[in-house]
């Protein structure tokens, strides 16, 4: 059978957790450092499930599996480096459900020479207490074409989680990484959900960030329409009411934010492309301020 760990047990690692040990297909132990005592999952239309996954706490615990889903933060990637050196070796694959778009670049050098494989993640959830989560749609996630992205999607099948294939994973990086420099930054800093881009000047900020991103995505060798700022201002104004950003749970619960693999990336790299980014740096600047010890509530 199948062995697949998953490290990182906040709102998209349990729903991945909960939906591949739904299969009955594979052994899915919960890599976490304190118990959960099991997940309660809300879906959509309201129902709920309680699910059992095994939990380990202690790294030395385990060995090397074929499967690890890293569903950290990507800001704590470095603290799950004691799992990934017991739970990979070279015929181990990693699935690195984060967000950003360097996911090879954090991950890779902490894998033991496993094989490494990008995602972008589409899981709208909240998780309003440990263990607890709601889901407000489908799961959907998306994975480079290649024997281990068509293998993850076999992994998935069954699971609730929709898995798409691209040929052109760059370019599906960038548009959720544009998508995430608006509404994180903004949910994060104003703690407020997606009803705050009916103001129109979050909504022109929105733009800018947004627009910021594309340009230098656009030099990164995405293919990346020029309307998208529009396109994601009008998307991000159409959400429902309740829904919000992981950026802001965070906040909401005093963890430190994820804006350094967001519009951190989008300063980093328009540096290094000579592409202004003004409005990401400030953004940075902000959530950086707002996401220190002690001064995140």
């Not at 202004?276 to 953004?283: G, K, L």
């Amino acid at each position: 059978m199948t062995r697949v760990a998953v490290v990182g047990m906040g709102a998209v690692g349990s729903v991945v957790a909960a939906g591949l040990a739904s299969t009955g297909r594979m052994e899915v132990t919960a890599c976490v450092r304190s118990p959960l005592g099991g997940l309660r999952i809300t879906r959509p239309d309201g129902a709920v499930e309680d699910i059992l996954i095994p939990e380990i706490l202690d790294p030395a615990q385990m060995s090397a599996v074929e499967w690890v889903v890293l569903a950290t933060k990507a800001h704590q990637t470095a603290g799950a480096a004691p799992w990934l050196e017991r739970l990979c070796n070279a015929d181990t694959r990693v699935a690195v459900l984060q967000n950003g778009v360097e996911h090879l670049e954090r991950v890779a050098p902490l894998t033991n020479a496993a094989r490494v494989l990008p995602v972008v993640v589409e899981i709208a959830a909240e998780s309003p207490q440990r263990g607890h989560i709601r889901l407000f749609e489908r799961p959907r996630v998306v994975v480079p074409e290649g024997d281990d992205g068509a293998n993850f999607a076999a992994l998935c099948q069954d699971s609730g989680i929709t898995v798409t294939l691209t040929e052109d994973f760059v370019t599906a990086a960038w548009a959720k990484l544009c998508l995430n420099a608006a509404n994180g930054a903004i949910t994060a800093l104003t703690m407020r959900r997606m009803p705050v881009f009916a103001n129109p000047r979050i909504a022109r900020l929105g733009h800018a960030l947004v627009e910021e991103a594309r340009q230098v995505a656009t030099a990164s060798g995405a293919n990346l329409p020029d309307d998208l700022a529009d396109q994601v201002i009008a998307r991000l104004r159409t959400m429902p009411a309740e829904s919000g950003s992981s950026m802001l749970w965070d906040r909401l619960a005093g963890r430190p934010l994820e804006y350094d693999a967001r519009n951190g990336a989008v300063v980093r790299m328009g540096a290094r492309l000579g592409i202004p980014t003004p409005h990401n740096e400030t953004a940075t600047a902000l959530l950086e301020a707002v996401s220190e010890a002690g001064d995140v509530t």
